[in-house]
């Protein structure tokens, strides 16, 4: 993050990756400090009422995990509109990316920030309820069952979102392994195979991008199955809380 801040300070004109690995990094620094803060000791020591400070945490805790999927996505699509030629329909869009990254940023944020507001609605302190309470996060915080049904609904839309975004992250990373194939093949008469038993840098491009795409989305769907079992079950020990925070943090 530090680096990004220094590069639009001495950069009049930063570069649209600049602005996403920026807002990425801002992002995780910010997810991480919220499972800091819903840990006991730091949860106590916060100044404030318990229902505030539930419903702050979790309401941003949410809005990071949303804006950490959705630009993955769009640097995903960044890096397609990139490597992409400069005759196709995506080669179009290079010279004005900084423009539409800037304005789909902002898009995102305000996606996520409306997505999420129903937490502030929903979420109390584990004090302030005795029968009502669905799930028990921890020690402190619980979710009201008066708008659970609502809370499910607002769940699956969530989830939509979601899925839509790693959708659009596989589509772009399937799109530049074809282009890289397309390169490699084109250029393989300039190799010699035979002389060089080195792997091409297209193949090793290739093995990274669907290494970290099937990273990314295999955490992504452990995180979503933990979720929809805690829905379903209305149970949420401590055990599959800690799961869950290291899944969403991985």
């Known amino acids: 993050l530090l680096s990004r801040i220094l590069t639009l300070f001495l950069d009049h004109r930063p570069k649209p990756h600049d602005l996403l690995t920026g807002n ?3 992002v995780h620094i910010l997810m991480l400090l919220m499972t800091v803060f819903l840990s006991p000791g730091l949860f106590e020591s916060l100044r404030f009422e318990n229902d505030v400070k539930c419903k702050a945490l979790f309401y941003l805790s949410r809005v990071m995990r949303g804006l ?3 630009t993955t996505c769009l640097l995903s699509m960044l890096q397609a509109v990139t490597i992409s030629p400069s005759s196709s329909w995506l080669g179009r869009f290079k010279q004005k990316s900084r423009r539409y990254v800037i304005h789909s940023l902002l898009f ?7 997505f999420s507001s129903n937490l502030l609605f929903i979420t109390v302190a584990a004090s302030n309820v005795t029968q009502t309470q669905v799930l028990s996060f921890g020690n402190y915080c619980s ?8 809370w499910s609904l607002v769940f699956m839309l969530t989830q939509v979102r979601d899925v ?3 959708g659009g992250m596989l589509l772009s990373s ?9 390169h490699q093949r084109r250029s393989q008469h300039l190799h010699n195979m035979s002389l060089s038993p080195s792997i091409s840098p297209e193949k090793r491009a290739t ?16 995180d979503l199955v933990i979720s929809f079992c805690t829905i379903v079950l209305v149970a949420y020990s401590p055990v599959v809380l800690g799961v869950h925070t290291l899944v969403g943090n991985v």
Not at 175 to 180: F, I, S
Not at 216 to 222: H, L, P, S
């Open 207 to 222: 093995q990274i991008i669907l290494l970290l795409v099937s990273f990314f989305v295999v955490m992504y769907w452990v």
């Open 68 to 70: 950490s999927i959705s």
């Open 143 to 150: 979710l009201s069952s008066a708008r659970y049904l609502r």
């Open 174 to 182: 399937v799109y530049m392994v074809t282009l890289l194939f397309r």
């Open 24 to 26: 990425l990094a801002l």
């Open 108 to 114: 995102l944020w305000i996606l996520n920030l409306s």
């Open 164 to 166: 839509s975004f790693v």
